[in-house]
């Protein structure tokens, strides 16, 4: 089941999440808190997958919570619905252009979106699984999106996948930025001059008379013309590469005048996106007609993306290939984050598993049992870990200890796993016994 935190005194916020957690109620648990030390400790010890932050409230300040998660982005991330007075506060949030936050609405559009956001979170909901506990969803995950002409869609899309890559350690910090103007400067495109028919002329002349462009947005996507046109995200992530496509219903644009590295720069108020996203991916290619673009990034390999803050400090060690982190009955109790890199694991000189930083951690077994180790655990090319001795681990508990819980629910959660791929493995052997030699 997943968590809705709602920060909001305002009634209307209030009864607007209620309404559409009802819609799934055996899928959204929901916690309405307005005191701040109480958001702060729901937020590490519950660790709620949707944060609704509702700047139209007085008495609780917003920002402190968005300063928590950038605080410790390897614990706190993403999921952030931000519901505003007003367009001109939408517009400084937008700013910011924080990775964390999913979507910005004025108050009126909330309660009109909310339900509709929240069934796609549902719909999608592996994408929200917490770091370190998630299901290997094999070797690529391909599906799409359909966006409508809203530009809610665009910043809401964007940072929903965004979020899963960079929490399953397939981007970095840097990446995400890059990422992000890419996937907004193509979608933005994909609205404006594809799907809406907004030529370059037209956007110049309506921001220099009223300085945004979202009034003639609104205006163009009522028009029955173009109300019903769509925009398809579609991905496929992989564990070497992930690549996106952007098709729109326009009648699609000279592609090339934007692309072209030979093109003169311009200094106009918009048109140099495009441009600057082809230098941020890996590969970006148009259709002919111009209203279909596919773009590669290269995944992160064994490399975690981010370090707990809590485990800053701590010393960092470099490991040659074959090189023994640890061996099987060892009486040693340190525990190891890991940083980059891929290890074997041995039991009785039989390789058992093959561990890489999205399993988080090595030697918690013997760390929480005070028992010997329970395997040899070999170097597989160059790797890096965090050493954490076990008294500096339990004094960093005791200053922040919704990391012992973290680590005790990922021990849950592997053993959960483990128990479906012993069941699955007994359901094959049955079988097996079951079926006549032929």
Known sequence: MQKILVVSSNKRVIDTVKAGRDSFSDDFDMSVKT????????????????????????????????????????????????????????????????????????IDDFAFHFTRLLRILWQNRKFLLNRGMRDD????????????????????????LINYLYNTNRINIDDRANLQMTFIELLTNALEHGNLNISFEEKTKYMEQHGDIYGLIFERASDSRYANRQIIISYAIGKQKSTFTIADEGDGFNWRQFTDKNATSNDSLHGRGIKLASQLVSRMAYNERGNHV??????????????????????????????????????????????????????????VTVMTPNDVFIGEMSFLLNDRRSATILAVGNCKLIKIPKGDFLQMIRKNPHYGLFLSRMLAQRLVKQTHSTIKLNEQITKMQETPDA
């Open 137 to 160: 969803f094999g070797g690529e995950e391909t599906g799409a999106f359909t966006c409508g002409n809203d530009p809610l869609d665009i910043r809401f899309y964007t940072s929903f």
């Open 35 to 106: 005191n701040m030390e109480d958001i702060i400790s729901y937020i590490n010890y519950e660790m709620p997958e949707i944060k609704v932050l509702d700047y139209t409230s007085p008495d609780v300040d917003c920002n402190v919570i968005i300063n928590e998660i950038h605080g410790d982005p390897w614990l706190h991330y993403g999921g952030v619905i931000a519901v505003c007075k007003d367009r001109k506060q939408m517009a400084e949030l937008e700013e910011a252009k924080d990775s964390n936050i999913l979507s910005i609405q004025t």
């Open 294 to 351: 596919t773009f590669e990034i290269n995944n992160r390999i064994n490399e975690s993306t981010a370090i707990p803050q809590a485990m800053s400090n701590f010393e960092t060690v470099t490991y040659k290939d074959k090189e023994i982190v640890c061996r099987e009955n060892e009486p040693t109790t340190d525990l190891f984050f890991i940083l980059s890199g891929r290890y074997a694991v041995y039991s009785g000189r039989k390789l």
